[in-house]
T-cell receptor
């Protein structure tokens, strides 16, 4: 049981390049989400999904796209990377969606992204 | 969204000392969680505690939902307790978690 797996662990991009951060979970969780962590700002929600085919914006969605074609996978796409997107990105999953019952979040190990 | 404030922002303890971390939130919640981020960046869930008190070894947490705060107690601290502690809240009306900015704890031997 691998839990939440994120790839890659590290990435360096040039301004304007595109890339996809991968996130997969093997716990059959409905709810998945992406956060970015910047110094002194805690974790901020980028996008989330309450189930396959359903996504919604979080607190800081600009510059990012997501899709959820399967229960297991929730990739995060940067279409045109900017230096302001330099951050550590975390994917998380939990068994239920929203406020319906327990919603303990399990986090991946993170992706450290630098945009030059 | 919910405003989540944590205090203190930084804490330095001698090994063996006790500490209390506080999390205030601005709206009613039905999901409040505490996390520990270790020095390698890994985030681990410590408690799911929308109300009441729970204990797990040297750690315990209390949430008073009616007064909109939660406390995390660390007793007999160890160097392995070092890291950043976050609380996160989910409002009664939404699907989004809001994190505080964390308390950075350093335990010195």
């Amino acid at each position: 049981n691998a839990g939440v797996t994120q790839t890659p662990k590290f990435q360096v991009l040039k301004t304007g390049q595109s890339m996809t951060l991968q996130c997969a979970q093997d716990m059959n969780h409905e709810y998945m989400s992406w956060y970015r962590q910047d110094p002194g700002m805690g974790l901020r929600l980028i996008h989330y999904s309450v189930g396959a085919g359903i996504t919604d914006q979080g607190e800081v969605p600009n510059g990012y796209n997501v899709s959820r074609s399967t229960t297991e996978d929730f990739p995060l796409r940067l279409l045109s990377a900017a230096p302001s997107q330099t951050s550590v990105y975390f994917c998380a999953s939990s068994s239920t969606a929203g406020h319906s019952g327990r919603n303990i979040q399990y986090f991946g190990a993170g992706t450290r992204l630098s945009v030059l | 969204g919910i405003q989540v404030e944590q205090s203190p922002p930084d804490l330095i303890l001698q090994e063996g000392a006790n500490s209390t971390l506080r999390c205030n939130f601005s709206d009613s919640v039905n999901n409040l969680q505490w996390f520990h981020q270790n020095p390698w960046g890994q985030l681990i869930n410590l408690f799911y505690i929308p109300s009441g008190t729970k204990q797990n070894g040297r750690l315990s947490a209390t949430t008073v939902a009616t007064e909109r705060y939660s406390l995390l107690y660390i007793s007999s601290s160890q160097t392995t307790d070092s890291g950043v502690y976050f609380c996160a809240a989910l409002s009664n009306t939404g699907n989004q978690f809001y994190f505080g900015t964390g308390t950075s704890l350093t335990v010195i031997p």
